[in-house]
């Protein structure tokens, strides 16, 4: 399969011996992207939504078409519930401070669990103390398992949300995010689930789901950088307040009172990023273009594949092995700082990730301070896990003899 899609990216031709496996942090981009990019800056380039001459009406509807198509891209009801920002993290602050600020109170609690990236952890932490709630945050177990039990105890009246990854960043556990969203909605308690790790493989069906807030952010999708979604449930579009304020957003502006516009250009202060969002665009026809059941097999096949290899090697240990794993291997190399490995693999043309990966509480509840992390995609393919395991093996020579 890789083969089949490898030399739709140019990068690969650039460098050719390069092994890629830090799609976890971001994808790369197939040239279909680069181009359309392209185009809009040289046939489309206007601001949007306020001109009446015909190129700003065409980067309009450029614009609004993406919106139409992310919405059914991941089976929206109607475009008014997709938001635009500049990525998950911003799709994230907006659900805390556009909607929940105003609806928590002292007392009231968020749950949340210990392997959420620092983007789907702060905002809900730093809320719940500035509003005197209290942030619940479930375990897992020592294979990377979420503690459904434990999880479901933290959920009650109080809960005014409830943020969970569909798959964590650093273990790639594949979180039953349809069981997480039943349950929390049994206690009526709404769900914003992170989705970064799972849109470029995973197809998602909101309406199927039935979360309540769903984000991603589209450079993890072969999509450009600065761009991300907010999709947001119909019964809450109408409690999305503003916090970005500016032009574009705007009903009316007076000297003593202003009105906006409703969700979703209420998000949309100042001069969005059109170009990116009509690469975002092209992404999303990407992927719909592939045989997404193919994509899921091979994306598995090389988690068991790159599992099996590194636990045969001297002096590798993975870090967890949870029931439900995709695309993402973390491991520590013995004796060997995690940052020292990643340097050594370089030269070997092997780009991988070492460090925290935005999940401190995760690590250190793990009693770990770095991991180093692999993680892949459908340019990628056994070989280059070969590569990896065969560079490994000389680096634990090179460094215990």
């Not at 390069?18 to 942090?25: C, E, P, S, T």
């Not at 177990?141 to 105890?153: A, P, V």
């Not at 002096?315 to 995709?326: D, F, N, R, T």
């Not at 990730?353 to 995609?377: D, I, K, V, Y």
Request: proline residues 4%.
């Amino acid at each position: 399969m890789a083969n089949d899609y490898k030399s739709s990216f140019p990068i690969f031709n650039k460098y050719p011996g390069l092994v890629y496996l830090d799609n976890a942090a971001t994808t790369q981009k197939p040239r279909s992207v680069i181009e359309r990019m392209t185009d809009f800056y040289t046939e489309e380039n206007a601001n949007i939504h306020r001109g009446v001459y015909e190129l700003s009406n065409r980067a309009t509807d450029t614009y609004e078409e993406v919106r139409s198509q992310v919405a059914t891209f991941i089976q929206a009801p109607n475009p008014e519930t997709i938001g635009f920002t500049k990525g998950t993290t911003e799709s994230i602050n907006t659900v805390a401070h556009g909607f929940l600020a105003p609806r928590l109170t002292k007392g009231d609690n968020i749950v949340t669990t210990i392997m959420e990236h620092h983007a789907n952890f702060l905002p809900w932490q730093q809320l719940a103390k500035s509003q005197q709630a209290e942030l619940r945050v479930a375990r897992i177990d020592r294979e990377g398992n979420l503690d459904l039990e434990q999880w479901s105890s933290l959920i009650n009246e109080r809960t005014k949300m409830v943020a969970v990854t569909h798959i964590s960043n650093t273990l790639g556990t594949i979180n039953p995010i349809k069981t997480l969203v039943d349950r929390a909605h049994e206690k009526g308690a709404p769900v914003l689930i992170d989705a970064a790790q799972s849109v470029a493989h995973y197809p998602l069906d909101v309406e199927t789901l039935g979360c309540d807030f769903l984000v991603f952010s589209g450079h993890k999708m072969f999509g450009p950088f600065g761009t991300g979604i907010l999709y947001v449930h119909p019964k809450w579009i109408k409690a999305m307040h503003p916090h970005n304020l500016g032009g574009g957003m705007i009903r009316h502006v007076g000297v003593e009172e202003s009105s906006f516009a409703a969700y979703p250009f209420n998000l949309e202060a100042g001069t969005p990023n059109v170009a990116g969002v009509a690469g975002l665009g092209e992404a999303i026809a990407f992927v719909t273009s592939l045989d997404r059941k193919k994509v899921v097999d091979h994306i598995h096949d090389l988690t068991h594949y790159a599992t099996a290899r590194l636990k045969d090697i001297e002096g590798i240990e993975l870090i967890g092995s949870p029931k439900e794993q995709s695309g993402i291997v973390s491991f520590e190399v013995s004796d060997i700082h995690p940052h020292d490995v990643a340097s050594r693999l370089n030269r070997d043309q092997i780009a991988v990730r070492a460090g925290m990966h935005c999940t401190q509480p995760l690590l250190e509840g793990l009693g770990l301070s770095a991991t180093t992390r692999a993680s892949f995609s459908i340019y990628n393919d056994r070989q280059d896990i070969d590569n990896l395991a065969e560079s490994l093996v000389e680096l634990h020579s090179f460094w215990h003899d």
